[in-house]
Protein backbone atom coordinates (compact mmCIF):
# COMPACT_ATOMS: atom_id res chain seq x y z
CA UNK A 1 0.00 0.00 0.00
CA UNK A 2 1.47 3.12 -1.15
CA UNK A 3 1.06 6.48 0.93
CA UNK A 4 -0.12 7.70 -2.48
CA UNK A 5 -3.02 5.62 -1.91
CA UNK A 6 -3.60 6.47 1.39
CA UNK A 7 -3.92 10.41 0.50
CA UNK A 8 -6.48 10.06 -2.61
CA UNK A 9 -8.63 7.66 0.57
CA UNK A 10 -8.66 10.77 2.36
CA UNK A 11 -9.09 12.87 -0.03
CA UNK A 12 -12.31 11.19 -1.19
CA UNK A 13 -13.45 10.86 2.42
CA UNK A 14 -13.50 14.43 2.71
CA UNK A 15 -14.84 15.03 -0.79
CA UNK A 16 -17.43 12.58 -0.21
CA UNK A 17 -18.04 14.23 3.16
CA UNK A 18 -18.37 17.95 1.85
CA UNK A 19 -21.09 16.56 -1.54
CA UNK A 20 -23.37 14.87 0.80
CA UNK A 21 -23.47 17.92 3.50
CA UNK A 22 -21.66 16.29 7.04
CA UNK A 23 -20.07 17.65 9.28
CA UNK A 24 -17.45 20.30 7.98
CA UNK A 25 -14.69 19.71 11.37
CA UNK A 26 -14.81 16.12 9.78
CA UNK A 27 -14.30 17.04 6.19
CA UNK A 28 -11.07 19.46 7.83
CA UNK A 29 -10.22 16.63 9.80
CA UNK A 30 -9.76 14.19 6.91
CA UNK A 31 -8.26 17.07 4.75
CA UNK A 32 -5.53 17.59 7.67
CA UNK A 33 -4.72 14.10 7.85
CA UNK A 34 -4.33 13.50 4.00
CA UNK A 35 -1.52 16.19 3.82
CA UNK A 36 0.43 14.72 7.05
CA UNK A 37 0.38 11.93 5.28
CA UNK A 38 1.42 13.29 1.94
CA UNK A 39 4.53 14.44 3.66
CA UNK A 40 5.25 11.03 5.76
CA UNK A 41 9.42 10.03 4.86
CA UNK A 42 8.43 7.05 5.77
CA UNK A 43 6.02 4.42 4.20
CA UNK A 44 2.34 5.00 5.92
CA UNK A 45 2.33 0.57 6.18
CA UNK A 46 5.08 0.36 8.51
CA UNK A 47 2.94 3.39 10.86
CA UNK A 48 0.27 0.93 10.41
CA UNK A 49 2.55 -2.02 11.66
CA UNK A 50 4.49 -0.60 14.05
CA UNK A 51 1.29 0.48 15.70
CA UNK A 52 2.38 4.58 15.82
CA UNK A 53 0.17 6.25 13.27
CA UNK A 54 -2.40 7.26 15.90
CA UNK A 55 0.74 9.58 17.41
CA UNK A 56 1.18 11.34 14.37
CA UNK A 57 -0.19 14.88 14.44
CA UNK A 58 -3.09 15.58 12.74
CA UNK A 59 -3.81 11.50 12.45
CA UNK A 60 -7.14 11.17 15.43
CA UNK A 61 -8.59 7.97 16.17
CA UNK A 62 -11.09 7.32 13.95
CA UNK A 63 -9.12 8.78 11.33
CA UNK A 64 -6.03 6.25 11.98
CA UNK A 65 -8.76 3.40 11.85
CA UNK A 66 -10.21 3.84 9.00
CA UNK A 67 -6.29 4.27 7.68
CA UNK A 68 -5.34 1.21 8.99
CA UNK A 69 -8.80 -0.89 7.88
CA UNK A 70 -7.88 0.57 4.18
CA UNK A 71 -3.97 -0.50 4.36
CA UNK A 72 -5.25 -4.17 5.15
CA UNK A 73 -8.10 -4.30 2.55
CA UNK A 74 -7.44 -1.66 0.14
CA UNK A 75 -11.18 0.34 1.38
CA UNK A 76 -12.45 0.87 4.48
CA UNK A 77 -16.08 0.92 5.98
CA UNK A 78 -16.57 4.92 5.84
CA UNK A 79 -15.47 5.27 2.04
CA UNK A 80 -17.65 2.87 1.15
CA UNK A 81 -20.66 4.15 2.76
CA UNK A 82 -20.37 7.17 1.20
CA UNK A 83 -19.86 5.92 -1.81
CA UNK A 84 -22.94 4.87 -2.07
CA UNK A 85 -24.59 8.36 -1.30
CA UNK A 86 -22.96 9.64 -4.32
CA UNK A 87 -22.70 8.50 -7.84
CA UNK A 88 -19.41 7.99 -9.19
CA UNK A 89 -19.02 10.64 -11.95
CA UNK A 90 -19.97 13.45 -9.75
CA UNK A 91 -16.62 12.72 -8.13
CA UNK A 92 -14.87 13.02 -11.84
CA UNK A 93 -16.46 17.06 -11.44
CA UNK A 94 -13.94 17.78 -8.67
CA UNK A 95 -10.99 17.44 -11.55
CA UNK A 96 -12.72 20.12 -12.82
CA UNK A 97 -10.45 23.43 -12.27
CA UNK A 98 -13.27 26.09 -10.34
CA UNK A 99 -15.68 22.94 -9.90
CA UNK A 100 -15.46 22.40 -5.75
CA UNK A 101 -17.36 19.96 -4.00
CA UNK A 102 -20.22 22.73 -3.02
CA UNK A 103 -20.80 23.53 -7.00
CA UNK A 104 -20.68 19.85 -7.88
CA UNK A 105 -23.36 19.27 -5.33
CA UNK A 106 -25.53 21.89 -6.36
CA UNK A 107 -25.21 20.60 -10.14
CA UNK A 108 -26.21 17.00 -9.11
CA UNK A 109 -28.99 17.86 -6.72
CA UNK A 110 -30.68 20.82 -8.79
CA UNK A 111 -30.05 19.70 -12.75
CA UNK A 112 -29.24 15.88 -11.89
CA UNK A 113 -25.81 15.69 -13.21
CA UNK A 114 -23.71 13.01 -12.99
CA UNK A 115 -20.41 13.00 -15.41
CA UNK A 116 -18.34 16.08 -17.56
CA UNK A 117 -20.54 15.30 -20.55
CA UNK A 118 -23.68 16.35 -18.73
CA UNK A 119 -21.71 19.26 -17.13
CA UNK A 120 -20.34 20.60 -20.43
CA UNK A 121 -24.10 20.34 -22.14
CA UNK A 122 -25.50 22.24 -19.46
CA UNK A 123 -23.03 24.59 -19.34
CA UNK A 124 -22.99 25.10 -23.37
CA UNK A 125 -27.49 25.09 -23.54
CA UNK A 126 -27.70 28.16 -20.80
CA UNK A 127 -29.10 25.74 -17.89
CA UNK A 128 -26.07 25.92 -15.97
CA UNK A 129 -26.48 29.73 -15.81
CA UNK A 130 -29.96 29.44 -14.54
CA UNK A 131 -28.75 28.52 -11.05
CA UNK A 132 -28.26 30.19 -8.08
CA UNK A 133 -25.06 32.05 -8.24
CA UNK A 134 -23.90 30.66 -11.00
CA UNK A 135 -24.38 33.12 -14.56
CA UNK A 136 -23.37 33.28 -17.75
CA UNK A 137 -19.89 34.51 -17.30
CA UNK A 138 -19.74 31.47 -14.53
CA UNK A 139 -21.05 28.90 -17.17
CA UNK A 140 -18.65 29.81 -20.11
CA UNK A 141 -15.35 29.53 -17.39
CA UNK A 142 -16.71 26.06 -16.58
CA UNK A 143 -16.92 24.89 -20.26
CA UNK A 144 -13.95 26.32 -20.70
CA UNK A 145 -12.10 24.26 -17.92
CA UNK A 146 -13.76 20.87 -18.91
CA UNK A 147 -11.67 21.73 -22.69
CA UNK A 148 -8.96 21.44 -20.64
CA UNK A 149 -9.39 18.88 -18.08
CA UNK A 150 -10.46 16.48 -21.36
CA UNK A 151 -6.88 17.84 -22.43
CA UNK A 152 -4.78 17.13 -19.28
CA UNK A 153 -6.29 13.76 -18.43
CA UNK A 154 -4.25 10.50 -18.57
CA UNK A 155 -1.10 13.03 -17.24
CA UNK A 156 0.53 12.04 -13.95
CA UNK A 157 2.42 15.37 -11.93
CA UNK A 158 5.94 14.57 -11.58
CA UNK A 159 5.89 14.11 -8.40
CA UNK A 160 3.30 11.03 -8.35
CA UNK A 161 5.28 8.93 -10.93
CA UNK A 162 8.65 9.56 -9.65
CA UNK A 163 8.15 7.31 -6.32
CA UNK A 164 6.78 4.80 -8.59
CA UNK A 165 9.43 4.69 -11.35
CA UNK A 166 12.50 4.85 -8.49
CA UNK A 167 10.91 1.85 -6.61
CA UNK A 168 10.57 -0.23 -9.55
CA UNK A 169 14.00 0.41 -11.34
CA UNK A 170 15.35 -0.42 -8.02
CA UNK A 171 13.54 -4.05 -7.61
CA UNK A 172 14.80 -4.38 -11.33
CA UNK A 173 18.25 -3.75 -10.56
CA UNK A 174 17.63 -6.70 -8.03
CA UNK A 175 16.94 -9.23 -10.55
CA UNK A 176 20.09 -11.40 -11.28
CA UNK A 177 21.83 -10.70 -14.48
CA UNK A 178 20.75 -7.16 -14.65
CA UNK A 179 23.42 -4.89 -15.58
CA UNK A 180 21.52 -1.55 -15.71
CA UNK A 181 18.55 -0.34 -15.38
CA UNK A 182 16.77 3.57 -15.71
CA UNK A 183 13.56 5.57 -15.98
CA UNK A 184 13.78 7.36 -19.78
CA UNK A 185 11.09 9.31 -21.01
CA UNK A 186 9.41 13.11 -20.28
CA UNK A 187 10.01 11.24 -16.35
CA UNK A 188 14.02 11.62 -17.42
CA UNK A 189 13.73 15.20 -19.22
CA UNK A 190 11.96 16.07 -15.57
CA UNK A 191 8.96 17.69 -17.12
CA UNK A 192 5.99 18.31 -14.97
CA UNK A 193 3.65 15.95 -15.90
CA UNK A 194 4.42 12.47 -17.15
CA UNK A 195 1.77 9.94 -19.36
CA UNK A 196 3.41 6.30 -19.35
CA UNK A 197 6.60 5.59 -17.49
CA UNK A 198 9.21 4.15 -19.73
CA UNK A 199 12.34 1.91 -17.90
CA UNK A 200 14.81 -0.10 -19.60
CA UNK A 201 17.49 -2.50 -18.56
CA UNK A 202 20.51 -4.01 -19.97
CA UNK A 203 20.91 -7.38 -19.52
CA UNK A 204 22.04 -10.51 -21.59
CA UNK A 205 19.28 -12.96 -20.08
CA UNK A 206 16.17 -10.58 -21.45
CA UNK A 207 13.71 -13.83 -20.57
CA UNK A 208 14.00 -13.60 -16.49
CA UNK A 209 13.46 -10.07 -16.35
CA UNK A 210 10.48 -9.93 -18.57
CA UNK A 211 9.03 -12.88 -16.41
CA UNK A 212 9.95 -10.93 -13.42
CA UNK A 213 8.71 -7.68 -14.17
CA UNK A 214 4.74 -8.63 -13.85
CA UNK A 215 4.76 -9.85 -10.41
CA UNK A 216 6.75 -6.46 -8.40
CA UNK A 217 4.88 -5.38 -6.20
CA UNK A 218 2.40 -2.54 -7.19
CA UNK A 219 1.74 -4.60 -10.45
CA UNK A 220 -1.80 -5.18 -11.05
CA UNK A 221 -2.67 -6.11 -14.43
CA UNK A 222 -0.01 -7.05 -17.14
CA UNK A 223 -1.36 -5.86 -20.67
CA UNK A 224 1.10 -7.07 -22.84
CA UNK A 225 4.08 -9.15 -23.21
CA UNK A 226 7.11 -10.59 -25.08
CA UNK A 227 10.26 -11.74 -25.32
CA UNK A 228 11.93 -8.22 -24.36
CA UNK A 229 8.85 -6.08 -23.68
CA UNK A 230 6.86 -6.29 -21.17
CA UNK A 231 3.93 -3.43 -20.91
CA UNK A 232 1.87 -3.37 -17.46
CA UNK A 233 -0.72 -1.32 -15.23
CA UNK A 234 0.04 -0.65 -11.74
CA UNK A 235 -2.64 -0.30 -8.81
CA UNK A 236 -2.48 3.23 -8.84
CA UNK A 237 -3.63 3.50 -12.41
CA UNK A 238 -0.12 4.70 -14.30
CA UNK A 239 1.06 2.72 -17.62
CA UNK A 240 4.39 1.13 -17.38
CA UNK A 241 6.69 -0.26 -20.42
CA UNK A 242 9.65 -2.31 -20.01
CA UNK A 243 12.11 -3.05 -22.45
CA UNK A 244 15.36 -5.16 -22.12
CA UNK A 245 18.21 -4.24 -23.81
CA UNK A 246 21.51 -5.96 -24.43
CA UNK A 247 24.34 -4.41 -23.34
CA UNK A 248 26.17 -2.95 -26.54
CA UNK A 249 22.62 -1.21 -27.14
CA UNK A 250 21.62 -0.20 -23.65
CA UNK A 251 23.01 3.83 -24.28
CA UNK A 252 21.52 4.28 -27.83
CA UNK A 253 18.19 2.96 -26.23
CA UNK A 254 18.50 5.43 -23.25
CA UNK A 255 18.99 8.19 -25.67
CA UNK A 256 15.94 7.21 -28.26
CA UNK A 257 13.72 6.83 -25.64
CA UNK A 258 14.26 9.38 -23.37
CA UNK A 259 13.24 11.75 -26.07
CA UNK A 260 12.21 14.43 -26.93
CA UNK A 261 10.61 13.45 -30.40
CA UNK A 262 11.76 17.04 -31.70
CA UNK A 263 15.17 16.21 -30.10
CA UNK A 264 15.83 13.16 -32.12
CA UNK A 265 14.82 13.35 -35.24
CA UNK A 266 17.31 16.39 -34.88
CA UNK A 267 20.13 14.07 -33.65
CA UNK A 268 18.99 11.68 -36.41
CA UNK A 269 18.96 14.27 -39.19
CA UNK A 270 22.78 15.55 -38.16
CA UNK A 271 23.58 11.60 -38.36
CA UNK A 272 22.21 11.47 -41.91
CA UNK A 273 24.04 14.35 -42.88
CA UNK A 274 27.36 12.76 -41.75
CA UNK A 275 26.52 9.33 -43.35
CA UNK A 276 25.19 7.68 -40.20
CA UNK A 277 22.14 5.88 -38.77
CA UNK A 278 21.23 6.49 -35.48
CA UNK A 279 18.63 3.83 -33.85
CA UNK A 280 17.67 2.95 -30.60
CA UNK A 281 19.73 -0.15 -30.94
CA UNK A 282 22.89 2.03 -31.74
CA UNK A 283 24.91 4.17 -34.31
CA UNK A 284 25.46 2.58 -37.61
CA UNK A 285 27.95 3.67 -40.40
CA UNK A 286 27.37 3.36 -44.36
CA UNK A 287 27.69 -0.43 -44.13
CA UNK A 288 25.51 -1.09 -41.40
CA UNK A 289 28.36 -1.52 -39.06
CA UNK A 290 27.97 -0.41 -35.19
CA UNK A 291 30.10 2.32 -34.00
CA UNK A 292 28.33 3.33 -31.01
CA UNK A 293 25.52 2.90 -28.40
CA UNK A 294 26.99 0.94 -25.15
CA UNK A 295 27.12 4.47 -23.69
CA UNK A 296 25.16 7.86 -24.35
CA UNK A 297 27.83 10.15 -24.48
CA UNK A 298 29.12 7.82 -27.44
CA UNK A 299 26.06 8.40 -28.92
CA UNK A 300 26.66 12.64 -28.90
CA UNK A 301 30.16 11.85 -29.89
CA UNK A 302 29.28 9.90 -32.66
CA UNK A 303 27.28 12.78 -34.36
CA UNK A 304 29.91 15.12 -32.85
CA UNK A 305 28.59 16.34 -30.48
CA UNK A 306 29.17 16.67 -26.10
CA UNK A 307 26.70 15.07 -23.76
CA UNK A 308 23.27 17.23 -23.90
CA UNK A 309 21.61 16.78 -20.47
CA UNK A 310 18.37 15.53 -20.52
CA UNK A 311 16.50 18.51 -19.48
CA UNK A 312 17.74 20.46 -22.41
CA UNK A 313 16.26 17.43 -24.99
CA UNK A 314 13.79 19.62 -25.91
CA UNK A 315 14.74 20.45 -29.59
CA UNK A 316 14.77 23.57 -28.70
CA UNK A 317 18.02 25.08 -29.29
CA UNK A 318 20.06 22.31 -27.83
CA UNK A 319 22.22 20.70 -30.55
CA UNK A 320 23.46 24.34 -31.74
CA UNK A 321 24.29 25.20 -28.74
CA UNK A 322 26.42 22.11 -28.02
CA UNK A 323 28.06 22.38 -31.05
CA UNK A 324 28.77 26.24 -30.36
CA UNK A 325 30.03 24.76 -26.87
CA UNK A 326 27.38 26.94 -25.49
CA UNK A 327 25.63 24.47 -23.30
CA UNK A 328 25.02 26.27 -20.07
CA UNK A 329 26.39 24.57 -16.74
CA UNK A 330 23.31 23.79 -15.26
CA UNK A 331 22.24 24.81 -11.59
CA UNK A 332 22.66 21.77 -9.01
CA UNK A 333 20.62 21.07 -6.19
CA UNK A 334 24.05 21.26 -4.15
CA UNK A 335 24.47 25.35 -5.28
CA UNK A 336 21.40 25.93 -3.52
CA UNK A 337 22.83 27.56 0.02
CA UNK A 338 19.13 28.39 1.40
CA UNK A 339 15.53 28.73 0.94
CA UNK A 340 13.69 32.16 0.89
CA UNK A 341 9.95 31.17 1.35
CA UNK A 342 9.19 28.83 4.35
CA UNK A 343 5.92 29.33 5.81
CA UNK A 344 6.23 27.76 10.27
CA UNK A 345 3.10 27.40 12.73
CA UNK A 346 2.47 30.81 12.54
CA UNK A 347 0.68 30.29 9.35
CA UNK A 348 -2.78 28.57 9.39
CA UNK A 349 -2.29 26.27 7.08
CA UNK A 350 1.49 25.26 8.26
CA UNK A 351 3.04 22.89 10.97
CA UNK A 352 6.00 23.35 11.88
CA UNK A 353 8.04 25.22 14.29
CA UNK A 354 10.79 27.36 13.90
CA UNK A 355 13.02 24.93 15.99
CA UNK A 356 11.73 22.14 13.90
CA UNK A 357 11.95 23.89 10.32
CA UNK A 358 15.82 24.86 11.50
CA UNK A 359 16.63 21.43 12.27
CA UNK A 360 15.49 20.04 9.16
CA UNK A 361 16.80 22.85 6.96
CA UNK A 362 20.41 21.59 8.95
CA UNK A 363 20.02 18.13 7.48
CA UNK A 364 19.27 19.20 4.04
CA UNK A 365 22.65 21.37 4.24
CA UNK A 366 20.72 24.76 4.01
CA UNK A 367 22.94 27.79 5.84
CA UNK A 368 20.14 29.92 6.05
CA UNK A 369 16.33 30.24 6.19
CA UNK A 370 13.63 33.34 5.20
CA UNK A 371 10.41 32.39 7.35
CA UNK A 372 7.81 33.85 5.28
CA UNK A 373 4.45 33.37 6.97
CA UNK A 374 1.01 34.58 5.62
CA UNK A 375 -0.12 38.13 5.70
CA UNK A 376 -3.55 39.05 7.12
CA UNK A 377 -5.68 38.23 3.78
CA UNK A 378 -5.15 34.99 3.90
CA UNK A 379 -6.73 33.12 6.74
CA UNK A 380 -5.31 33.79 10.13
CA UNK A 381 -2.24 35.76 8.73
CA UNK A 382 -0.25 38.07 10.05
CA UNK A 383 -1.32 41.48 10.67
CA UNK A 384 0.97 44.58 11.50
CA UNK A 385 1.12 43.67 15.54
CA UNK A 386 1.61 40.02 15.22
CA UNK A 387 4.25 40.24 12.38
CA UNK A 388 5.77 42.42 14.51
CA UNK A 389 6.49 39.91 17.45
CA UNK A 390 6.68 37.01 14.74
CA UNK A 391 9.97 39.29 13.57
CA UNK A 392 11.25 39.41 17.15
CA UNK A 393 10.76 35.87 18.07
CA UNK A 394 12.63 34.84 14.41
CA UNK A 395 15.48 37.44 15.46
CA UNK A 396 15.70 36.06 18.87
CA UNK A 397 15.95 32.33 17.43
CA UNK A 398 18.47 33.19 14.82
CA UNK A 399 20.58 34.68 17.53
CA UNK A 400 19.68 30.88 19.54
CA UNK A 401 20.91 29.04 16.62
CA UNK A 402 24.30 31.00 15.94
CA UNK A 403 23.94 30.40 12.25
CA UNK A 404 22.76 26.84 11.85
CA UNK A 405 21.47 27.82 9.87
CA UNK A 406 20.75 31.64 9.27
CA UNK A 407 17.23 32.69 9.99
CA UNK A 408 15.40 35.72 8.37
CA UNK A 409 12.34 37.84 9.35
CA UNK A 410 10.44 37.71 6.17
CA UNK A 411 6.59 37.37 4.98
CA UNK A 412 4.67 36.09 2.14
CA UNK A 413 2.64 39.31 2.04
CA UNK A 414 -0.65 39.16 -0.35
CA UNK A 415 -0.63 41.24 -3.43
CA UNK A 416 -4.24 42.99 -3.28
CA UNK A 417 -6.39 43.52 -6.40
CA UNK A 418 -5.38 47.15 -6.62
CA UNK A 419 -2.03 46.44 -6.40
CA UNK A 420 -0.78 47.63 -2.57
CA UNK A 421 0.49 45.06 -0.60
CA UNK A 422 -1.02 43.42 2.45
CA UNK A 423 0.95 45.21 5.65
CA UNK A 424 2.19 48.30 6.11
CA UNK A 425 5.54 50.04 4.85
CA UNK A 426 6.89 50.69 8.24
CA UNK A 427 7.00 46.55 9.50
CA UNK A 428 7.59 45.25 5.69
CA UNK A 429 10.99 47.68 5.44
CA UNK A 430 12.59 46.02 8.69
CA UNK A 431 12.03 42.72 6.66
CA UNK A 432 15.21 40.65 5.30
CA UNK A 433 12.93 38.75 2.54
CA UNK A 434 9.67 40.50 1.27
CA UNK A 435 7.77 37.58 -1.13
CA UNK A 436 4.63 39.30 -2.84
CA UNK A 437 2.28 36.94 -4.33
CA UNK A 438 -1.29 36.79 -5.80
CA UNK A 439 -3.73 34.50 -4.01
CA UNK A 440 -6.94 36.28 -4.77
CA UNK A 441 -9.08 37.68 -7.58
CA UNK A 442 -7.78 35.42 -10.61
CA UNK A 443 -10.13 36.54 -12.87
CA UNK A 444 -8.73 39.48 -14.05
CA UNK A 445 -7.87 40.92 -17.24
CA UNK A 446 -4.25 40.42 -18.20
CA UNK A 447 -4.03 44.08 -18.05
CA UNK A 448 -5.92 44.24 -14.75
CA UNK A 449 -3.22 41.71 -13.83
CA UNK A 450 -0.26 43.15 -15.10
CA UNK A 451 -0.91 46.61 -13.72
CA UNK A 452 -1.62 44.63 -10.12
CA UNK A 453 1.58 42.94 -10.26
CA UNK A 454 3.49 46.13 -11.77
CA UNK A 455 1.94 48.26 -9.10
CA UNK A 456 3.70 45.79 -6.58
CA UNK A 457 7.19 45.72 -7.77
CA UNK A 458 7.59 49.52 -7.34
CA UNK A 459 6.66 49.79 -3.78
CA UNK A 460 10.44 49.15 -3.29
CA UNK A 461 9.55 47.12 -0.30
CA UNK A 462 9.43 43.59 -2.54
CA UNK A 463 12.60 41.38 -3.15
CA UNK A 464 10.24 38.30 -4.73
CA UNK A 465 7.25 37.85 -6.80
CA UNK A 466 6.47 34.81 -5.31
CA UNK A 467 4.74 32.20 -7.59
CA UNK A 468 4.30 34.24 -10.31
CA UNK A 469 1.51 32.69 -12.54
CA UNK A 470 -0.38 31.38 -9.90
CA UNK A 471 -1.15 28.03 -11.51
CA UNK A 472 -1.84 24.62 -9.91
CA UNK A 473 -0.84 21.67 -12.07
CA UNK A 474 -4.06 20.10 -13.24
CA UNK A 475 -6.26 22.05 -11.60
CA UNK A 476 -6.02 25.85 -12.13
CA UNK A 477 -4.84 27.33 -14.94
CA UNK A 478 -1.96 30.44 -14.58
CA UNK A 479 -3.84 34.06 -14.75
CA UNK A 480 -3.74 36.18 -17.25
CA UNK A 481 -0.96 38.58 -17.36
CA UNK A 482 1.78 40.32 -19.52
CA UNK A 483 5.43 38.14 -18.66
CA UNK A 484 7.53 40.36 -21.05
CA UNK A 485 6.43 43.81 -18.64
CA UNK A 486 6.56 42.20 -15.46
CA UNK A 487 10.05 41.45 -16.62
CA UNK A 488 10.87 44.66 -17.44
CA UNK A 489 9.69 46.08 -14.15
CA UNK A 490 11.31 43.23 -11.90
CA UNK A 491 14.74 43.62 -13.93
CA UNK A 492 13.95 47.78 -13.15
CA UNK A 493 13.50 47.32 -9.24
CA UNK A 494 15.76 44.67 -8.75
CA UNK A 495 13.04 42.13 -8.04
CA UNK A 496 13.35 38.67 -8.23
CA UNK A 497 11.09 36.06 -9.44
CA UNK A 498 10.35 32.77 -8.38
CA UNK A 499 10.83 29.51 -9.11
CA UNK A 500 8.17 27.90 -6.65
CA UNK A 501 9.25 24.27 -5.76
CA UNK A 502 6.02 23.42 -4.39
CA UNK A 503 5.03 20.64 -7.11
CA UNK A 504 1.73 21.35 -7.11
CA UNK A 505 3.16 24.61 -8.23
CA UNK A 506 6.32 24.36 -10.56
CA UNK A 507 5.59 28.13 -10.97
CA UNK A 508 7.68 29.82 -12.76
CA UNK A 509 7.44 27.32 -16.01
CA UNK A 510 10.68 25.96 -17.50
CA UNK A 511 10.05 28.52 -20.04
CA UNK A 512 9.31 31.31 -18.19
CA UNK A 513 12.88 31.06 -16.62
CA UNK A 514 14.67 30.88 -19.61
CA UNK A 515 12.47 34.36 -20.69
CA UNK A 516 13.68 35.91 -16.98
CA UNK A 517 17.54 35.01 -17.83
CA UNK A 518 16.96 36.37 -21.25
CA UNK A 519 15.73 39.42 -20.05
CA UNK A 520 18.66 39.84 -17.11
CA UNK A 521 16.59 39.08 -13.97
CA UNK A 522 17.67 36.82 -11.10
CA UNK A 523 15.56 34.09 -9.91
CA UNK A 524 15.59 32.00 -6.84
CA UNK A 525 14.53 28.85 -5.82
CA UNK A 526 11.95 28.41 -3.49
CA UNK A 527 10.46 25.45 -1.34
CA UNK A 528 7.18 27.21 -0.09
CA UNK A 529 7.20 24.82 2.91
CA UNK A 530 4.46 24.61 5.07
CA UNK A 531 5.82 21.42 7.14
CA UNK A 532 9.55 20.77 7.56
CA UNK A 533 9.41 17.49 5.32
CA UNK A 534 8.65 20.36 2.24
CA UNK A 535 11.95 21.37 2.58
CA UNK A 536 12.91 18.42 0.75
CA UNK A 537 10.94 19.50 -2.44
CA UNK A 538 14.02 22.25 -3.95
CA UNK A 539 15.07 19.29 -5.84
CA UNK A 540 11.88 20.03 -8.27
CA UNK A 541 12.70 23.69 -8.22
CA UNK A 542 15.98 22.78 -9.22
CA UNK A 543 14.92 20.68 -12.20
CA UNK A 544 12.59 22.96 -13.81
CA UNK A 545 15.60 25.99 -13.46
CA UNK A 546 17.46 23.04 -15.41
CA UNK A 547 14.93 23.15 -18.21
CA UNK A 548 14.81 26.75 -18.38
CA UNK A 549 18.80 26.94 -19.16
CA UNK A 550 19.32 28.13 -15.67
CA UNK A 551 22.93 28.37 -14.04
CA UNK A 552 23.61 29.52 -10.37
CA UNK A 553 24.52 32.31 -11.46
CA UNK A 554 21.28 33.08 -12.15
CA UNK A 555 19.88 32.05 -9.00
CA UNK A 556 19.77 34.29 -5.82
CA UNK A 557 19.90 31.68 -2.74
CA UNK A 558 23.23 30.02 -4.48
CA UNK A 559 24.95 33.05 -3.33
CA UNK A 560 26.52 33.49 0.63
CA UNK A 561 24.26 34.72 2.86
CA UNK A 562 26.35 37.98 3.20
CA UNK A 563 26.07 38.92 -0.28
CA UNK A 564 22.34 37.91 -0.61
CA UNK A 565 22.11 40.38 2.41
CA UNK A 566 23.40 43.18 0.16
CA UNK A 567 21.59 42.24 -3.02
CA UNK A 568 18.40 42.17 -1.00
CA UNK A 569 19.79 45.86 0.80
CA UNK A 570 16.69 48.18 0.93
CA UNK A 571 16.41 51.63 2.78
CA UNK A 572 14.78 51.11 6.32
CA UNK A 573 14.36 53.01 8.92
CA UNK A 574 16.64 52.18 12.30
CA UNK A 575 15.54 48.58 13.60
CA UNK A 576 13.65 48.83 16.46
CA UNK A 577 13.52 44.89 17.55
CA UNK A 578 15.90 43.59 19.78
CA UNK A 579 17.93 40.13 20.63
CA UNK A 580 16.24 39.75 24.15
CA UNK A 581 13.72 36.49 24.83
CA UNK A 582 10.38 37.15 22.60
CA UNK A 583 7.55 38.14 24.70
CA UNK A 584 6.23 41.60 23.64
CA UNK A 585 6.09 43.42 20.11
CA UNK A 586 7.52 46.54 19.16
Not at 56 to 69: D, F, M
Not at 400 to 425: K, Y
Request: aromatic residues 4%; neutral net charge.
Amino acid sequence: MENAEVVAMLGEIADLLELTDENPFKVRAYRRAAQVVDTLPVPVAELVRKGELAGLPGVGTHTAERITQFVGAGTCDELERLRGKVPSGVMELLRIESVGPKTAALVWKQLGITSVDALEEAALSGRLSELPRMGAKRSEAIASAVTRHRSRKGRVPLHRALPYAEDLVDRLRAIPGVKQAMAAGSLRRRKETVGDLDLLVSSTNPERVVAAFPKLPGVATLLAQGPTKSTVRLRVGLQVDLRVLHPESFGAALHYFTGSKAHNIAVRTRALHRGLKVNEYGVFDAKGRRIAGEREEDVFRAVGLPWIPPELREGLGELEAAEAGRLPELIEEEDLRGDLHVHSEASSDASSSLLELASAARGFGRSYLAITDHSRSRPLGLDDARLWEHLHTIRWMDQELRGRPHLLAGIEVDILPNGSLDLGDEVLSELDCVVASVHSRFNMSSEEMTERIVRALRTGLVHVLGHPSGRLIGSRDPYPYDLERVLEVAREQGVALEVNAQPERLDLTDQACRLAKQAGVKLVISSDSHNAQHLENLRYGVWVARRGWLEAGDVLNTLPLSELRRRFRRPRRAPSWSHEAPGTSP
